[in-house]
C-alpha cells in the first residue's frame, strides 16, 4: 500500500495555502489538508521549486479536483503533476495517463510513450510509492471502452501547442468527451500568447497560444467554458521569445550568459487556466 502522507507541522508560510473554495465546506478543509500534505512530502523535494509559478494546490481547487475521482492527466511526461496528483487522489481515486497515439516507426521521446499500460503503473509506484491509488496508462487509439463515462476531470498542463502542432486535437477531445461523465469537466493550462500575437507565432511551434483561440477551439469540439484564472498569469512575460516558451526556466533553451538573468527574471511563463464542461 502507498504510504500514508503525513502532514507537515512546520508547512510554513512559504508554502501556505491561500483561500480557496470547494463544494462543500467540510470537503472543503479536508481537502486543503490533504494537498498540504502532498505539496510538503519529501518526494516531491526537486518539484517544489516549480510551485511558485505553477501553483497547484490552487490550480486543483479552480479545476473542482477532489480526493476520490477519476482523474486523467493528458501527456504525465516526466511526471511533476503526477506526483501531486496520485498521493492527492488516494485509495479511492483512479489516475489516468493518457497519451497520443504512437505511430510503428516512431522514435526518441514518442517511441518512449509506447506500451504506456505497462510502463506507468511501475514509473509512478518509483515515483510515490503505494497507497493504492489505481492506476491505468493508455494511449490513444487503444483506450477500454469500460473506461467510457467514468471521468471526473480531464487536465491537460502546458500541452496544448503540441496538441494543436502534432494535429492530435480532434482526436484528444473526441476522447476526453467519451471518457467524461455527464457533469465531467476539462481543466486546461497553457502557455499564452498576447491577443495580438501573429498566427505565425501561435501555431504551436513557439509554444504559445492565444487565450481566444483555445477557447474557441474547445468550443468546436463540444465544451463550454466555465471559467477563467489569473491563477498561473505571469506579467512579466513579454510572450514574444525568439525561441519560444522553451527560452524560459526551468530549461532555458538558447538563453546565453547575457541573456539568462533577464529570463530568469521572468521565471516560468505567463499561462491561461481555463474550466470546460462538456456540453450535452
Known amino acids: 500500500m502507498r504510504r500514508t502522507i503525513a502532514l507537515f507541522a512546520a508547512f510554513g508560510m512559504a508554502c501556505a495555502l491561500p483561500n480557496v473554495s470547494f463544494a462543500q465546506a467540510g470537503e472543503g478543509v479536508e481537502s486543503s489538508e490533504n494537498i498540504a500534505a502532498v505539496l510538503a512530502d519529501s518526494r516531491r523535494d526537486e518539484d517544489r521549486a516549480r510551485d511558485v509559478y505553477r501553483h497547484p494546490a490552487e490550480t486543483l481547487a479552480f ?68 497507497d493504492g491509488t489505481e492506476i491505468t496508462g493508455v494511449n490513444l487509439g487503444s483506450v477500454p471502452e469500460s473506461l467510457d463515462g467514468t471521468v471526473d476531470r480531464f487536465l491537460i498542463f ?21 471518457l467524461l461523465k455527464d457533469d465531467g469537466l476539462i481543466g486546461v493550462v497553457q502557455h499564452r500568447a498576447k491577443e495580438d500575437a501573429p498566427a505565425s507565432y501561435t501555431d504551436g511551434n513557439k509554444g504559445y497560444l492565444r487565450q481566444k483561440d483555445v477557447i474557441a477551439l474547445f468550443e468546436a469540439h463540444g465544451f463550454d467554458l466555465v471559467n477563467s484564472s489569473e491563477i498561473n498569469a505571469n506579467p512579466k512575460d513579454p510572450a514574444n521569445h525568439v525561441n519560444g516558451v522553451w527560452m524560459l526556466p526551468p530549461g532555458l533553451g538558447g538563453a546565453t550568459d547575457e541573456t539568462r538573468p533577464a529570463l530568469e527574471q521572468i521565471g516560468e511563463s505567463d499561462r491561461m487556466t481555463l474550466l470546460f464542461r462538456k456540453r450535452p
Do not use: C
Open 63 to 130: 479545476f473542482q479536483v477532489e480526493p476520490g475521482m477519476a482523474v486523467v492527466d493528458y501527456m504525465p511526461s516526466s511526471g511533476w503533476y503526477t506526483r501531486v496528483l496520485v498521493p492527492y487522489l488516494g485509495s479511492e481515486g483512479h489516475y489516468i495517463g493518457l497519451n497520443p497515439k504512437v505511430a510503428p516507426d516512431a522514435t526518441g521521446f514518442m517511441a518512449s510513450l509506447r506500451n504506456y499500460s505497462e510502463k506507468l503503473p511501475a514509473q509512478v509506484e518509483e515515483w510515490v510509492g503505494d
Open 158 to 178: 502546458r500541452e496544448m501547442h503540441n496538441i494543436l502542432r502534432n494535429n492530435w486535437l480532434q482526436p484528444t477531445l473526441v476522447e476526453a468527451r467519451k
